[in-house]
């Protein structure tokens, strides 16, 4: 049997191949993995640094007075009417809105364990309260524990007109008292409302 043996040139030529093709198949899996790479990084890019510097801690506004009485007053109605307001724990500021409007007629700081006076329109009114320890200002008020609420009725602050036997009248105007403590038997009963609703 006559068995052909490969030239040494077709030796040669086949392992040029070969070598050729391994080569390719190197570069190919190269590329493939490099691509991959660039796809992970795009697909999962880097946190900016500046999301993991340091973040100082928000400061306080300073602390300001809190003076005692009327603190602004948004109508040219004439004050008549008596308003008390007796504090106990904290301070309070408090604001009265018109009944048909819903606009602030007036506001009032009562600070703590002190008796306000002041004298308000006349007129049906919304009263909200906000309270709290230390005062920031109009912007903050009391701070992040303010707390806030509504009283549930209206205070009606009017003028009544007597008529005497004598044929004379006698005219009185209605006040209102507020005491701001816990109180089990007390009559004045309100809601809690958000600082938005204030």
Do not use: C
């Not at 999301?51 to 004050?79: M, R």
């Not at 707390?147 to 007109?161: C, G, R, T, W």
């Amino acid at each position: 049997m006559n068995r052909k043996f490969p030239s040494k040139r077709q030796s040669k030529t086949k392992s040029l191949i070969q070598n050729n093709v391994f080569g390719i198949v190197i570069a190919i899996i190269i590329i493939a993995v490099v691509l991959a790479l660039q796809e992970r990084k795009t697909s999962n890019p880097a946190l900016p640094i500046a999301q993991h510097s340091f973040q100082p801690e928000k400061q306080k506004p300073p602390v300001q007075p809190f003076s005692q009485g009327i603190d602004k007053i948004y109508t040219s109605a004439p004050l008549e009417a008596s308003f008390t307001i007796h504090t106990v724990q904290q301070h309070t500021y408090l604001k009265l809105l018109d009944k048909h409007t819903q606009k602030i007629v007036m506001t009032i700081k009562a600070p703590h364990h002190q008796i306000t006076q002041v004298k308000v329109p006349l007129g049906e009114f919304i009263i909200r309260v906000a309270a709290g320890d230390e005062w920031y200002g109009d912007e903050h008020l009391f701070g992040s524990t303010t707390s806030y609420k509504e009283f549930e009725h209206l205070f009606n602050f009017y003028k009544s007109v007597e008529h005497l036997s004598s044929g004379a009248t006698r005219t009185q105007i209605m006040g209102h008292q507020i005491y701001f403590q816990e109180n089990i038997d007390g009559n004045l009963h309100s809601r809690p409302i958000t600082s938005r609703d204030f």
